[in-house]
């Protein structure tokens, strides 16, 4: 929250920086409309009115000493002609910068060059740009041409810009004949990052990053950069050709994932092995044994959505197991092979994943094995089938989280203590979220997944917190702790001693790089506290 003194302070600023530079026919210091620019905290002007001409960033007269000291005149030595509005070119002691001349070491020149005197050999000229301060340096510097060029500069300088909203940068070789030369951005400001395309750099948010097909978000240490995918990959997690997500919608485009990965390389439909089967839908190359489906020597995806065994020649076993899901050497009890293939005996059915033959149930509730009333309109379901968890109100459902607030219990849901928005098990402090409004303290930071209790949200200046800036589910979390030695874990302040296993850098009592593994802001896990 902004104090009155704090906002005070900054309109103080501000107005002190516009009446440095004001701009516009009235304006005090003849500086041209809408050309005042800021050189680190320094305003400038860039094109002052007619007879003046921009010495170290203020507009001076014509005639005036300033002028004369600084050597001002046209590109190629002319006196400055009445109407003059800019430099062309400076005398010894001062280099030219965006129409004006600047002294070295002097104010704001020395931000720009590093240059404390004369040290180029020519005129006009400096021979070390600033580079800390973000300028670049013009690789064939003359006296009538700008010889450090702010990273963040659109303009076309003598052939070379640089790139909008940049902080930091390297020349990239001489300046363009057609279309000005950019610079190579290093860094960016504004929270964004540095994204390379065709050996293009921009400045671009994470969100920007991320809808942009082809790119990624690359963290290294502590910098990220928005880098391009292989070229066979539609989405990506890496540069390599084997961490695409996602692929391009013609030739290789069918993901083939290696174990349980969520990255891939991209084939095409001969390519994908036989060992695997191809998800036209989700555009997929995927193991047989992913699918469930078990010792199947090739498998494929039927039109009802379910991957089964196409041949079965592997180590004897040639049969194939019940619904087609398995390859087995001999069918399972109460099953009998029929054409190659093990079928459940009359009374008996398959069980969920297809590995017994079960007494088949005559329940008209769905995923039923037994129930009170069988077949009738009051008929109540009392135990479900194998994977298959019995709801308060008799029905199966394969798992207890869909009705939201209950947990699983030898195949039956349970519900969670009413202080919980959902849980592990039961009890208080078994919780996994909360309502809005409440925050979830973890039992035990080392275990997470056993939960935690449900208890008020943040409030700043208590518990040790300054600051309730982390927003989840519509409870607050604190993201900023009091002792400058602490940071938050999972919303929560922790000791400097705890701190170190989370937290690589802390800055006042906020974390600005989390351990591998855990979220900015309150270094959270991938599942955040509060959430599912």
């Known amino acids: 929250v902004w104090t009155i003194s704090a906002l005070l302070a900054i309109y103080l600023a501000v107005g002190a920086l516009a009446i440095e530079c004001q701009s516009g026919e009235a304006a005090a ?36 000493d300033d002028v004369t000291n600084a050597g001002c005149k046209q590109a190629g030595g002319a006196d400055l002609e009445n109407t003059a509005q800019v430099c062309g070119q400076c005398g010894a002691g001062y280099f030219l910068h965006k129409g004006g001349c600047y002294k070295f070491g002097g104010t704001p020149g020395s931000t720009i060059c590093k240059d404390t005197v004369d040290s180029s050999g020519t005129a006009g000229v400096c021979s070390s740009c600033s580079a800390e301060n973000g300028f670049f340096a013009n690789l064939a510097p003359a006296a009538t041409k700008q010889s450090c060029i702010a990273c963040n500069e659109t303009a076309d300088i003598n052939g070379l810009t640089g790139v909008a909203g940049c902080t930091a940068c390297t020349n990239t070789g001489p300046a363009g004949t057609g279309a000005p030369k950019a610079a190579t951005c290093t860094a960016c400001g504004d929270g964004k990052i540095v994204k390379t395309d065709n050996g293009v750099t921009s400045c671009v948010t994470e969100k920007e990053c991320t809808g942009t097909e082809g790119f990624f978000v690359k963290t290294n240490d502590s910098t990220k950069t928005c880098e391009a995918c292989d070229s066979t990959c539609k989405t990506c997690s890496g540069t390599e050709a084997n961490q695409c997500t996602s692929c391009q919608d013609s030739g290789k485009k069918y993901l083939k994932k290696t174990d349980n990965s969520q990255t891939g390389t991209c084939v095409a439909a001969a390519g994908c092995p036989s060992t695997h089967y191809i998800d036209e839908e989700a555009k997929t190359c995927s193991t047989c044994a992913s699918a469930g489906t078990t010792d199947c020597t090739t498998c494929e995806k039927g039109t009802d959505g379910v991957v ?71 008929e109540v379901c009392t135990e479900c089938v194998t994977s298959y968890y019995r709801t308060p109100t008799a029905q199966c459902v394969d798992s207890c989280d869909k009705l939201g607030g209950y947990y699983a219990d030898n195949n039956v849901c349970k519900s969670c203590d009413s202080s919980c928005a959902s849980c592990s098990t039961a009890g208080a402090d078994k919780c996994l979220s909360c309502p809005a409004g409440k925050v979830l303290k973890y039992t035990s930071e080392s275990n997470i997944s056993g939960g935690g209790s449900c208890v008020d949200e943040c409030r700043a200046s208590t518990g040790g917190c300054a600051d309730c800036g982390a927003v989840i589910g519509g ?23 705890m701190r170190t296993q989370f937290c690589t850098q802390i800055d006042g009592g906020a974390c600005t790089q989390c351990a591998n593994g855990l979220q900015r802001a309150a270094c959270w896990p991938p599942c955040v506290p509060g959430s599912e």
């Open 29 to 64: 210091n003849k500086c041209t409309s809408n050309k005042c620019e800021s050189i680190g905290d320094t305003q400038i002007c860039t094109d002052c009115q007619a007879g003046n001409v921009p010495i170290n960033g203020k507009c001076a007269a014509k005639a005036s």
């Open 308 to 378: 089964v065994c196409k041949t079965c020649t592997t180590d004897g076993k040639t049969v194939f197991g019940l619904n087609k899901r398995s390859c087995v050497t001999e069918c399972p009890d109460n099953a009998s092979e029929k054409s190659g293939v093990c079928t459940c005996n009359d009374g008996f059915t398959p069980s969920t994943d297809s590995s017994a033959c079960v007494a088949a149930s005559g329940c008209k509730t769905p995923h039923c094995q037994t129930c009170t009333g069988e077949g009738q309109e009051n």
């Open 475 to 497: 409870s607050r979390y604190c993201s900023k702790c009091s002792d400058t030695n602490q940071a938050p874990l999972n919303g929560d302040c922790a000791a400097n001693t």
